[in-house]
């Protein structure tokens, strides 16, 4: 393998900044519905949260402890960071401009108002007023800032007020400031009646209520200014898994403290003085280049409850029923649909219903005698696991390998091992420094005699509510080595032992980076003896660096690479002399896609896998990782056809990246409009 040059490299956070910026692209598109524009919004929101309590977090930290090392890209931490602060501003900018100026405007027309306080009449004014006393004031607790009052801790993301005042209190006390945080058991933003409103839909904002209230907390001083503010902090959790004897007890004792790590960015609203804005930056620690002030309400992620609020269909994306495989639509017994062939699920075009049937009919079965699933997201009320608990209950042995570590599902992952627990079954933890990222259910039943193994594989995880908003594969099958190969994987995460030799898949951390390698290293192979050579891999994000050289040297031997990547993605394609062969598309649109898929042409074999992992480093080498193969001609075939060939043709929703990192959109000009999403829709759905 050649050495590392950094300008092979694309930088890991820009590119996530970049999958943002054409996030923020859907919320421009003037032909989608309104109120799923002001979702895109809200998601840009969302996941600029989690790159600032993740990423941005980390950078801070290696700027302090290793100050010169390099990324792969050649970049110092500070570096990295200076270009991303250049880069949210502009985004940030962008989405508070299309928010104010089209998607609220658009939004009155549609009889969808958020009334403000200048625009108030006499009967809204009582209502706030009336709404402040009842429901607000009984549970705001304003505390004046004075050498008895320091300032309070303030948790990660929630709305506070930073007030100024002058004159004294009834203790002669003129500290001149105070802060007043909003509880977070109210909503961020309250429905008006409609006769109050004057419109079908109106709402208000908690910040207005009091914003207009605010000198109520303060009686006998008077409020010179009162600024809404939010602090995002540091969310990774520091646990010394080979120290800790009880992991569930010391992550529970960690997750209280979450909430209070140090500050990496403080947002205010842009009315808030220079004089408060200071005064902030100074009690979390920040300076200047951690503020962002931004032209309307510090918390957007909260409007993203706003259309489940609003009956109004015609201004959201159509509905549809989620398709059914025609052999499961009519069984009765699933376990006898799969012994006469493998299925395949897509969802969301495809229901995950079959994959609830398929745990609840092994939990109820009394043939079933044993039960293995692992864990990583699952939700807080998730129909699987109530499910599992059954199964225990009856007396089955049921074993879930749980990820405590799964990042901010770590509570609802502790309270679902502690009711398996309860249930009696066996919960482990995985394996100490890897997180069991795998998505897998195995199912033991006794058939005429013997034993017969049964497993889900999937490339998503056990959550039936992102199921129904990411698009993911999913295989029931009772292949024998597949079958074989699951259960030696769950020996190693139960049990103690050396990794076992597997037939047909490929693990994380032991062979699936040396296959993914072996694979690419064939279809080079045969482009260098004048055959054709082929790849097309569908991912969240590439970064892994020595899966980009390797897929350097395959383009430069002649082999053909398309690559569908989300996200993240490090590799320059399109370079003369380094990549002419690589073309990286992203698919941004109404399902935020998940899936993984390798396909490798092997001089006509077609070898297709789905997997649990995406290109990178920690998935490699610090997760337990599967892919598995599509040996069914006919499934095969569907994947291809499904999750990858609609991909390639798709000119509406897909974007080409350049060799700097930039994507442009692909237009369809005066050709038929093609989205992979719409026409797996019509494909595989119904009407609703």
Known sequence: MTPFSPEQFLNRELSLLAFNERVLAQAQDIDAPVL?????????????????????????????????????????????????????????????????????????????????????????????????????????????????HPFPRVLNKSLNFA???????????????????????????????QEIAGCDYGFVFLSSVLHAHVNELFVGMTVEGCYQFRV???????????????????????????????????????????????????QFNLNRNDLYQVNGIVNLARLMRIPDQVDRPDLKFPSFVRGVPPQLSKAENIFAVIRKGDVLLHHPFQSFQPVIDFIRAAAEDPDVLAIRQTVYRTGTDSMLMEALITAAQAGKEVTVVVELMARFDEEANINWSARLEQAGAHVVYGVVGYKTHAKMVLVVRREQGRLRRYAHLGTGNYHARTARLYT????????????????????????????????????????????????IGRETAHARAGKKALMIVKMNALLEPQ??????????????????????????????????????????????????ILYFYNNGAEDVYLSSA???????????????????????????????????????????????????????????????????????????
Not at 174 to 189: C, T
Request: net charge neutral; hydrophobic share 40%.
């Open 547 to 596: 899966v980009i050289l390797a897929l350097y040297q395959a383009a430069q031997a002649g082999v053909k690479i398309e690559l569908v990547i989300r996200g993240a993605c490090a590799i320059r394609p399109e370079v003369a002399g380094l990549s002419e062969n690589i073309h990286v598309r992203s698919v941004i649109g109404r399902f935020l896609e998940h899936t993984r």
């Open 36 to 148: 799923e524009r002001l979702k895109f919004i809200c998601i840009v929101s969302s996941n600029l949260d989690e790159f600032f309590e993740v990423r941005v977090a980390g950078l801070k930290e290696r700027a302090v402890l290793t100050p010169t090392l390099l990324s792969p890209d050649g970049w110092t931490a500070r570096q990295t960071l200076s270009e991303i602060e250049s880069r949210v501003r502009n985004l940030v900018d962008r989405q508070y401009e299309l928010l104010n100026r089209e998607i609220l405007p658009e939004l009155i027309a549609q009889g969808i108002r958020f009334v403000r306080r200048n625009h108030w009449n006499e009967a809204q004014i009582d209502w706030v007023r009336d709404y402040f006393f009842r429901e607000l004031m009984p549970v705001l607790t304003p505390i004046g800032l004075d050498p008895a």
């Open 232 to 282: 995002t902090r540091n969310s990774e959790l520091f646990v010394d898994e080979e120290e800790t004897k009880n992991l569930r007890e010391v992550l529970k004792s960690e997750l209280s403290q979450r909430n209070f790590g140090d500050a990496v960015r403080l947002e205010v609203a842009d009315n808030c003085s220079d004089r408060m804005a200071n005064f902030l930056l100074q």
């Open 163 to 193: 007030v100024e005042l002058s004159g004294c209190d009834a203790f002669g006390r003129d500290s001149g400031a105070a802060v007043v945080q909003a509880p977070r058991s109210l909503p961020r933003v309250i429905r008006m009646p």
């Open 614 to 688: 995406d290109w990178m480093e920690r998935n490699f080498f610090g997760r337990i990782e599967i892919a598995f193969p599509i040996l069914e001609p006919r499934l095969k075939k569907r994947v291809i056809n499904e999750g990858l060939k609609p991909y390639l043709k798709d000119n509406t929703q897909a974007w080409r990246m350049n060799a700097n990192g930039q994507y442009v959109r692909r237009a369809h000009g005066h050709a038929k409009p093609r989205s992979a999403q719409c026409m797996l829709l019509e494909t595989l759905t119904k009407r609703a």
């Open 472 to 519: 993911d594969f999913g295989l029931l099958t009772c292949h024998d080595d597949i079958c074989a190969d699951v259960n030696e994987v769950f020996t190693q995460l139960t049990g103690l032992g050396s990794a076992s030799h597997l037939r047909l898949l490929w693990q994380a951390p032991f062979s699936l980076h040396d296959r993914v390698l072996e694979a």
